[in-house]
């Protein structure tokens, strides 16, 4: 595609309810990443991805949060009994390699009510 | 870790007046890549322009610019002749070359005043 998608743009859960967030990169991106940001902050890491390794989950917030990408194309993220405070932003970057820059999605804004 | 600071949470510009954002950042690396990225209220982040640390150039993107300190770790951005349509949310962001992991400031709300 011509730029990294995410799905859905918006997504409102109940707490406790579990949740699916999609991202597809550039074809060819090599790495993707993973992003929280709550509203007025920069984008906090959650998780890299080299190809279908996952390298760095260190920013994940709990073991309530799961991300694959199986196939080192399609990503997903996602948060099992979902809690107020995961609500936010996630945002999905890709890039090709080395020091390229991130090409990120339009984010998917989550609400816990 | 690395961190990096934005001392300013909000600025404002007179439409086509010039405009300067801050960021400092703090590391023990000696080569590495820094960012401004700009962050409509659409919410996708976008590249305005990068700096490799090994340049000595400041680099230029038609209206924006960088003022790159190496030694004072500091990185930041002009933009020259405002426009309403530079109103956003700019965020500073430094590369790790050997983990390929970027850290973000918590940004720069810039209003541009017609």
């Known amino acids: 595609g011509a730029g990294v998608s995410q799905s859905p743009r918006y997504k409102v859960a109940k707490r406790g309810q579990d949740v699916a967030l999609r991202c597809d990169p550039i074809?060819?991106?090599?790495?993707l990443f993973w992003y929280q940001q709550a509203l007025g902050q920069g984008p906090e890491f959650l998780t890299y991805?080299?190809?279908?390794?996952?390298?760095?989950k260190s920013g994940l917030p709990s073991d309530r949060f799961f991300a694959e990408r199986p196939e080192g194309s399609v990503s997903t993220l996602k948060i099992q009994r979902t809690q107020q405070e995961d609500s936010a932003v996630y945002l999905c970057?890709?890039?090709?390699?080395?020091?390229?820059?991130?090409?990120f999605g339009n984010g998917t804004r989550l609400t816990v009510t | 870790a690395q961190t990096v600071t934005q001392s300013q949470p909000e600025m404002s510009v007179q439409e086509a007046e010039t405009v300067t954002l801050s960021c400092t950042y703090d590391?023990?690396?000696?080569?590495?890549?820094l960012f401004w990225y700009k962050q409509p209220p659409s919410r996708q982040m976008i590249l305005v322009i990068r700096?490799?640390?090994?340049?000595?150039q400041n680099a230029t993107e038609n209206r924006f610019s960088v003022n790159f300190q190496k030694a004072a770790k500091s990185f930041s951005l002009k933009i020259s002749d405002s426009q309403l349509g530079d109103a956003a949310m700019y965020f500073c962001?430094?590369?790790?070359?050997?983990?390929?992991?970027?850290?973000f400031g918590t940004g720069t709300s810039l209003t541009v005043i017609p």
């Open positions: 962001a430094y590369r790790s070359p050997p983990s390929n992991q970027f850290y």
């Open positions: 991805f080299q190809n279908e390794a996952q390298l760095d």
């Open positions: 700096q490799e640390a090994y340049k000595q």
């Open positions: 970057a890709s890039n090709p390699t080395g020091p390229s820059p991130l090409h």
């Open positions: 590391t023990s690396e000696s080569d590495y890549y």
């Open positions: 074809s060819g991106h090599v790495s």
